[in-house]
Structures are given as C-alpha cells and as structure tokens.
C-alpha cells in the first residue's frame, strides 16, 4: 500500500533545478536563480563581494521601503516605458521581495472588501 507522504509529488523547485543539470549559460546572459527559499546555488562572486561590502553599511539590516527603493522603481520604469513603447512612471512600480508579497500585493490591487478569491492548490 502505498503511503500518503510516498504518493505526495516532488516538489516543484528541486524538480525545475533537475531540468537544469547539464545545461550551460553564456556568460554574458547567466541563469540567476531567484527560487523562493531554496536557492540551489550561491550567489555569483560579483554579487557577493556587494553583499561583503554592504554589510558594513549600518543601515542595511533593515528592510526597505514597502513599494521598493525609489532609484530601483525609477530605472524600472525608464526601462519597461523604453521595452514597451509606452509611459510608466515609478508611482506605477512596486518592488516585492518575494512572490508570497507579490501575490497579496496583486489580490489587494485587484478585490475589494467582500470579494472572493479561489486558489487552486
């Protein structure tokens, strides 16, 4: 018979880092890993050597602004308003640390109160 937990699938994460086993990315265009809360491999050597250094900055234990750091928001929006042809301002951006924020943020965005959401699982 077999057991709930040995029926349960793989997990989704290590199975798409399984897909990558054997690939190679040029170096000008790298595979940067953003999993959530199960990186599989280190930050590149450039990014952390601008982590080395920020950790001395007394400021950045504590997190940012909610909507994202506004030169992030500005270059974001010069950058999609140029892609896409169209007008984007920084007001128009937020910058979520994660998809959990991400998510809460867009069903706040999209319901109002008495709204219902289905999630599918």
């Given at each position: 018979?077999?057991?709930?937990?040995?029926?349960?699938?793989?997990?989704?994460?290590?199975?798409?880092?399984?897909?990558?086993?054997g690939v190679e990315?040029?170096?000008?265009?790298?595979?940067?890993?953003?999993?959530?809360?199960?990186?599989?491999?280190?930050?590149?050597?450039?990014?952390?050597?601008?982590?080395?250094?920020?950790?001395?900055?007394?400021?950045?234990?504590?997190?940012?602004?909610?909507?994202?750091?506004?030169?992030?928001?500005?270059?974001?929006?010069?950058?999609?308003?140029?892609?896409?042809?169209?007008?984007?301002?920084?007001?128009?951006?937020?910058?979520?640390?994660?998809?959990?924020?991400?998510?809460?943020?867009?069903?706040?965005?999209?319901?109002?109160?008495?709204?219902?959401?289905?999630?599918?699982?």
């Amino acid at each position: 018979m077999t057991t709930r937990t040995e029926a349960t699938f793989f997990p989704p994460i290590p199975e798409a880092q399984r897909w990558l086993q054997g690939v190679e990315f040029p170096a000008d265009r790298p595979l940067l890993n953003l999993a959530q809360a199960a990186p599989a491999d280190p930050p590149p050597p450039a990014l952390r050597r601008a982590m080395a250094e920020l950790i001395e900055v007394p400021s950045s234990h504590l997190y940012g602004p909610v909507l994202g750091h506004g030169d992030l928001r500005d270059a974001l929006a010069e950058d999609w308003a140029r892609h896409y042809g169209g007008t984007v301002e920084a007001a128009q951006v937020g910058i979520t640390a994660g998809c959990n924020q991400a998510f809460a943020a867009t069903l706040s965005a999209l319901t109002t109160e008495g709204d219902e959401v289905i999630v599918p699982t």
